[in-house]
C-alpha cells in the first residue's frame, strides 16, 4: 500500500514572523548571503566560471578546485529562498549574473564542470571517486529547482535540465559509465527534487539506478581507477592500489545501500545518501530503502549521535567512529553533517509519520547547525567541538567553504520544516510563530502560530481563515525533551487528547477563530550520557527545552575543567538579552599546590554555574567551553 502522501508546504504558503528566527533569517537576507557573494567573487568562485584557472603551474587542484561550482550552486539556492518570501531587485541580479556566468561555461553537449573542462579537458567522468563531478551536478540541479520555484524563472532549471540529459546518457544501461555513481553523494536526492517540479520520470530513475549501483561488486571504483591509470584526484603518486574495505566505508560503496546496517564513513556523504534512499522509498513505495533506513537511522540515534545533534567524531575522516565514540575536545561534527542530518530527519517524518524524527531533526536545528554561525552571520565553524581549551573560534571563510552556503540555504528555507500537509490535515513539526495556508477539503485554509519558543512553551494556534465548518485533523509534536505531561485546551477549555506516533490528534470540527493552546513543560534538567560514552562519564549537560546548553569560562569564576556542578542541585533560569542562561548550583576546584601531580585534595568554594546555549558560544572572545561538566559525587 503506498504510503500516506504527506508534504511541506511551500515557501510561498508559509510566514514566519517569530521573536527568534526572523532576527536571525534577517541577518542571512542582510549579512550572510552578501557576505558569501563577497568571499565568493574574490576567492576566484565566479571567475572560474568563465573558465580562467588560477595560476598555480604545480598543482591542477590548486588551480581549479573541483568543487567550486557547488559554492556557487548553493549560494544561488539560498538567494532563491529570500526571492521566494520577499523582493529583492539586487539580489535577484546577482543570481542572474551568476546563472548567466554558468550559461556561458556550459558546453554544447550540456555538460557542466569547470575543472574537467578547463584544467581536465577529455577526463570528464573518469574519476568518480574523488572528482566531485556528480556531487557539482546535485547541487547545480537544487539550486535550479529552487530557482524556478522562488522566481517562475526556468534559465537555471533549463541549464541543469540539459547537464542532466547528457549525464543520462553516460550512466543509462549502455552507456559508458554504466554501473557508476557518485564518490560524493549529493546528485540523487537533488534528482529526486527535479523529478517533483517537473515530473520528467528518468530523474527518478536515474536516481534510483545510481542509488542501487552503489556498492556492488564488482567494485566500480577499482574497475575506474585500473582504466584511469593513476590514483585519483584525491589518491597521490604511486601505483594503483584497490580501494579497501575502509576506503569503501568512507563513501558507503562497502554494500549495496539495502544491505548496509551501520552509519559509517564521511558523515556528510552518508546524510545525502540516505536522504535520497528516503526520498525514494517514498516515491516508489519502496519497503527495502524504508528498512535500511530505519536500520541505519536506529544505529546513528542509539549509538553515534551528540546531544548537540552533531554527527561525525573521526575528524580524519569527517565522518563516523565506532559505537559510543564521541569525543568533546575532539570530536568533529561538521555542520554539513548536521544539516544533512536535518534533511534525512525530514525526509522520514514525511515517510514514516512518526514525530521522533522531528526531535532529532529539532535538536539539531537549535544546537548543532545554528552553532555553525556567529550571531552576525559571517564567521564560521566547520566543525563543532562539545568542549574547547580556549583557542578555538569561528573562520571568516574556507579553503572548501562547503559549510557557510549550505548554512545559508538552510535557514533561508525553514519554512520547508514546520509543517507538513496531507489528505487529513495539518501537521506541525517545529513551533515556529507565523502562519500556514494550504488547501484542505476544497478550500484554502490559514492557520495562525504564536509562540515564544524556544524559551516559552505555551504556543497558540488560530484558524483565520477557513470556510465553516472545516473537518480537519491537527497534529501536534509533542518533543521527546518534554519533562511533563503537555496541556491541550480548546477556545479556554483543556481537553483530553489521543497521541500516536509522538503527536497530540485533534480531529474535529473547526470554526472560524477556534484557538488551540499547548503548553510545553519545559523545566532544565540535568542529563547524563550512556556510560559507554567515556568523554561525558561522572559528567552532566544541561537542558531546557530543545536548547542544549554549555559553560563559558567568560561567565564564570574559573576555567571550565574546575567546575563542578551540584547533583540534584537547582537550576534557574534566566532569560536576557534574547535568550535563556541557566544558573546552576556548583562548586569551584581550587588545586592544591604541588606541580603537575599532587597527593593533597583540591579545595572546594562553592560558586554559581551560569551557561548560555551552546549555539551561541564563542561571540564574546577566547575560553574555555564545555558542553558536558563535571558532576559533585
Not at 568562485?45 to 595560476?55: H, V
Request: charged share 25%; with cysteine.
Amino acid at each position: 500500500m503506498p504510503a500516506p502522501h504527506r508534504t511541506s508546504l511551500p515557501i510561498a504558503d508559509v510566514q514566519i514572523a517569530d521573536e527568534f528566527w526572523s532576527p536571525r533569517r534577517e541577518t542571512v537576507r542582510a549579512r550572510t548571503i552578501p557576505h558569501q557573494e563577497r568571499r565568493l567573487r574574490e576567492g576566484g568562485q565566479f571567475d572560474a566560471l568563465l573558465l580562467k584557472p588560477r595560476s598555480h603551474d604545480d598543482d591542477d587542484r590548486e588551480r581549479f578546485p573541483i568543487f567550486w561550482e557547488s559554492d556557487v550552486a548553493k549560494w544561488i539556492e539560498a538567494a532563491s529562498y529570500v526571492l521566494a518570501s520577499e523582493e529583492d531587485p539586487a539580489l535577484d541580479a546577482a543570481v542572474d549574473e551568476a546563472i548567466a556566468l554558468l550559461a556561458g561555461a556550459q558546453q554544447p553537449d550540456g555538460y557542466l564542470n569547470n575543472y574537467f573542462t578547463a584544467v581536465k579537458p577529455g577526463k570528464r567522468f573518469t574519476d568518480l571517486r574523488d572528482a566531485h563531478e556528480l556531487y557539482c551536478a546535485g547541487h547545480l540541479i537544487e539550486a535550479g529547482v529552487a530557482h524556478y520555484e522562488a522566481t517562475g524563472k526556468t534559465s537555471l532549471l533549463d541549464i541543469v535540465r540539459r547537464y542532466v540529459d547528457l549525464i543520462w546518457l553516460e550512466f543509462s544501461p549502455g552507456g559508458p559509465c554504466e554501473g557508476g555513481y557518485d564518490g560524493h553523494q549529493e546528485i540523487e536526492l537533488a534528482l529526486v527534487k527535479a523529478y517533483r517540479a517537473t515530473r520528467e520520470r528518468r530523474y527518478l530513475e536515474l536516481a534510483l539506478l545510481l542509488t542501487e549501483n552503489r556498492g556492488k561488486a564488482p567494485f566500480y571504483f577499482d574497475a575506474e581507477a585500473e582504466r584511469r591509470g593513476d590514483p585519483g584526484y584525491f589518491g597521490g603518486k604511486g601505483a594503483i592500489v584497490r580501494s579497501s574495505q575502509r576506503d569503501r566505508e568512507y563513501n558507503q560503496s562497502h554494500a549495496p545501500v539495502r544491505e548496509q546496517t551501520a552509519a559509517v564513513g564521511h558523515s556528510v556523504r552518508a546524510m545525502y545518501q540516505y536522504s535520497a534512499m528516503a526520498d525514494l522509498a517514498l516515491e516508489l513505495d519502496d519497503a527495502g530503502l524504508r528498512e535500511a533506513c530505519e536500520r541505519l537511522w536506529d544505529d546513528l540515534v542509539t549509538t553515534k549521535l551528540y546531544i548537540t545533534g552533531g554527527i561525525g567524531s573521526d575528524p580524519s575522516i569527517e565522518g563516523f567512529g565506532k559505537p559510543f565514540d564521541l569525543p568533546d575536545h575532539t570530536g568533529y561534527a561538521e555542520t554539513c553533517a548536521a544539516i544533512g542530518l536535518m534533511f534525512w530527519a525530514h525526509r522520514m517524518m514525511i515517510l514514516t509519520g512518526e514525530a521522533k524524527y522531528v526531535d532529532v531533526l529539532e535538536r539539531a536545528l537549535y544546537n548543532g547547525v545554528l552553532s555553525g554561525a556567529s550571531a552576525d552571520g559571517t564567521k564560521y565553524f566547520y566543525g563543532n567541538p562539545l568542549a574547547s581549551d580556549g583557542t578555538v573560534e569561528r573562520s571568516d571563510w574556507f579553503d572548501c567553504a562547503c559549510c557557510p552556503p549550505n548554512l545559508a540555504r538552510l535557514l533561508a528555507s525553514l519554512e520547508h520544516y514546520v509543517y507538513v500537509a496531507d489528505t487529513e490535515g495539518l501537521w506541525v513539526n517545529l513551533y515556529v510563530a507565523g502562519s500556514a495556508r494550504f488547501a484542505h477539503g476544497g478550500q484554502r485554509v490559514t492557520v495562525t502560530q504564536e509562540s515564544g519558543y524556544p524559551w516559552d512553551g505555551t504556543i497558540a494556534f488560530t484558524i483565520t481563515e477557513a470556510q465553516a465548518p472545516l473537518a480537519m485533523t491537527l497534529r501536534l509534536r509533542l518533543p521527546e525533551w518534554a519533562t511533563g505531561a503537555p496541556v491541550i485546551s480548546v477556545d479556554g477549555t483543556v481537553l483530553p487528547y489521543t497521541t500516536d506516533s509522538g503527536y497530540a490528534i485533534l480531529d474535529r470540527t473547526w470554526a472560524l477563530g477556534d484557538r488551540v493552546e499547548l503548553t510545553l513543560p519545559m523545566a532544565p534538567t540535568l542529563v547524563r550520557a550512556d556510560a559507554r560514552v567515556t568523554s561525558a562519564a561522572g559528567k552532566v549537560a544541561i537542558q531546557r527545552g530543545p536548547i542544549v546548553h554549555c559553560v563559558e569560562e567568560v561567565d564564570n569564576a574559573a576555567p571550565v575543567p574546575h567546575l563542578v556542578i551540584a547533583r540534584n542541585g537547582d537550576l534557574r533560569t534566566e532569560h536576557a538579552d534574547g535568550q535563556d542562561s541557566i544558573v546552576a548550583e556548583g562548586l569551584v576546584d581550587r588545586p592544591a599546590e604541588g606541580g603537575l601531580y599532587r597527593s593533597l585534595s583540591p579545595t572546594a568554594e562553592p560558586t554559581a554555574i551560569r551557561t548560555v546555549p551552546y549555539y551561541a558560544w564563542a561571540n564574546r572572545g577566547k575560553g574555555t567551553m564545555a558542553v558536558w561538566v563535571r558532576e559533585a559525587p
